[in-house]
């Protein structure tokens, strides 16, 4: 997931731009205190474009769901021993849920009251089965992009270069190669 956050950053200078400017004014050209619980806390752009790559592309592109008995879901009777597939890359660049999907666009998570619509918004599946390491996985990622960008300025090393996915067993997707050039920041 960091690749793809690397990528869509690279491609847009005006996010790059706004992400320093958090970055900076939290940790003050501090290029080497440790990260505390208020750091992750006002690092709300950051988790912004975490949460806006993870819409655009999510590493978990279906979520399944079975069931062992024959059941009526949707208005329709289905067999027992039916896998469902919820295809989560098509929820959440749906137009009838998501305005401009096809915008890579941080700032519509950081309106206060922007809620994603009912299941519009599921990197981390839903109910019951809802990924149990979610928190950490945001933490990791907020704090992992807030520390590498503090420090050094990432390049991609050719911009043309479309992003190079590949998907494991239909369901899990990962970064094959993304080439960076990285530098101190000054
Ligand atoms: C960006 C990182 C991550 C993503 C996108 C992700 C996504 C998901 C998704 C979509 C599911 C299926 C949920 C459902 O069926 O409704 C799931 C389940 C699960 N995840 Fe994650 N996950 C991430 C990180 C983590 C981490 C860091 C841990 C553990 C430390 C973790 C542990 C689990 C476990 C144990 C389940 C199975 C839960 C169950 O079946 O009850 N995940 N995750």
Redesign the pocket.
């Known amino acids: ?1 960091l690749s793809f956050i690397i990528y869509y950053i690279a491609h847009h200078p005006n996010v790059k731009k706004k992400m320093l400017e958090e970055i900076d004014s939290i940790f003050q050209d501090d290029k080497m205190r440790t990260i505390n619980k208020d750091d992750f806390y006002n690092l709300k752009y950051c988790e912004a474009i975490v949460k806006e790559t ?1 819409r655009i592309l ?3 592109h279906f ?3 079975y069931i062992d008995k024959p059941s009526e879901i949707a208005g329709y009777q289905w067999p027992a021993d039916t896998l469902f597939l919820a295809n ?1 890359q098509a929820i959440h660049n749906n137009d009838d849920y998501w305005e401009k999907p096809n915008k890579f666009n941080p700032d519509r998570w950081m309106d206060e009251n922007f809620e994603p619509k009912k299941n519009s918004f ?13 928190k ?2 945001m933490i ?2 907020v704090c992992l992009i807030a520390l590498l960008f503090r420090k050094y300025e990432i390049n991609l090393v050719d911009m043309n270069s479309p992003i190079k996915v590949k998907c494991d067993g239909g369901i899990l997707v990962s970064c094959v190669e993304l080439l960076v050039e990285i530098k101190p920041r000054n």
């Open positions: 997931m993870a999510p590493i978990v979520n399944t769901r989560i599921i990197m981390f599946g839903g109910g019951l089965r809802l990924c149990p390491g979610r950490l996985a990791e990622l």
